[in-house]
């Protein structure tokens, strides 16, 4: 079973930005339509964004992120990024990230059940 390893959360103020970073713990020749989740204490884990397998890529992104958030992937790597800009206190949550192994498809996914192998997650909290 292929892990996701996540990377790049941290502290920031409001206003700032992070970029997270997503890679598979081994090598594989899969290539994987992708979704960045987060949890908030005392609430249900939610999609934030998602992108299809294609290198090209289809993408969703929650109303709470629209404008703000960038998901972008290099496949050569299959490594996925989320470049998170004007970040809000609301923001702040455990960020998940999550694959589905798929041969290229323009197809992306919203529901955790869709995805089967994740991340342990990294805390992005956001100050005031």
């Known amino acids: 079973q292929v892990r996701l390893v996540e990377s790049g959360g941290g502290l920031v103020q409001a206003g700032g930005s992070l970029r997270l970073t997503c890679t598979p713990s081994k090598r594989t020749a899969s290539t994987y339509a992708m979704g960045w989740f987060r949890q908030a204490p005392g609430k249900e884990r939610e999609i934030v964004v998602a992108?299809?397998?294609?290198?090209?890529?289809?993408?969703y992104y929650a109303d709470s992120v629209k404008g703000r958030f960038t998901i972008s992937r290099d496949n050569a790597k299959n490594t996925v990024y989320l470049q998170m800009n004007s970040l809000k206190p609301e923001d702040t949550a455990v960020y998940y990230c999550a694959g589905r192994p798929e041969y290229y498809s323009s197809t992306y996914y919203l529901g955790e059940s869709d995805y089967t192998n994740w991340g342990q997650g990294t805390q992005v909290t956001v100050s005031s």
């Open positions: 992108i299809s397998s294609w290198s090209v890529g289809n993408t």
